[in-house]
């Protein structure tokens, strides 16, 4: 009976595989003027200089958003991460902004990219007020990660 069941189970693994993918964390990080996120590798200080530059508006040049991913089956070669902003500059009304990164073929383990805003992009678009990240391959969006006020 054992057998038969296992049997069962190995016969229907691949039927099961689909594409799928997933996103595992989202860090979003200001960066000075010198594209820096902490002014040393320890983790306490990397928190500590994002306080600073939160409560510092002029002295950030940049915002990135680093992306924990995995893609385990692709339909397509056009895997892409998407992160969607929702913000609102000084004085007008609010602003939509879409950065997206192609993606390498990838599978196995999960692995580590980073979408930018930055230049004029950045300056204009004041301050993020909601954010959501995709995954997509092609056109069916895998998984995504969003703020609380998305």
Do not use: I
């Amino acid at each position: 009976m054992r057998w038969l069941m296992l049997l069962l189970l190995l016969s229907l693994a691949p039927a099961a595989e689909a594409a799928g993918g997933r996103v595992y964390k989202v860090l979003p990080q200001f960066l000075d003027d010198q594209g820096r996120e902490s002014l040393t590798p320890s983790l306490y200080d990397r928190d500590a200089y994002q306080a600073f530059l939160r409560q510092n508006p002029g002295k950030r040049t940049a915002l990135r958003f680093v992306v924990q991913w995995n893609a385990s089956v692709a339909r397509t070669n056009e895997c892409k991460l998407r992160v969607e902003l929702r913000g609102v500059p000084e004085g007008k009304h609010p602003k939509l902004a879409t950065v997206e990164l192609p993606l390498p073929p990838h599978h196995g383990f999960s692995r580590w990219d980073s979408v930018v805003l930055n230049g004029n992009d950045y300056k204009s678009f004041g301050d993020v007020t909601a954010w959501r990240v995709t995954l997509w391959d092609g056109d069916q969006l895998l998984d995504e990660q969003k703020s609380f006020l998305w």
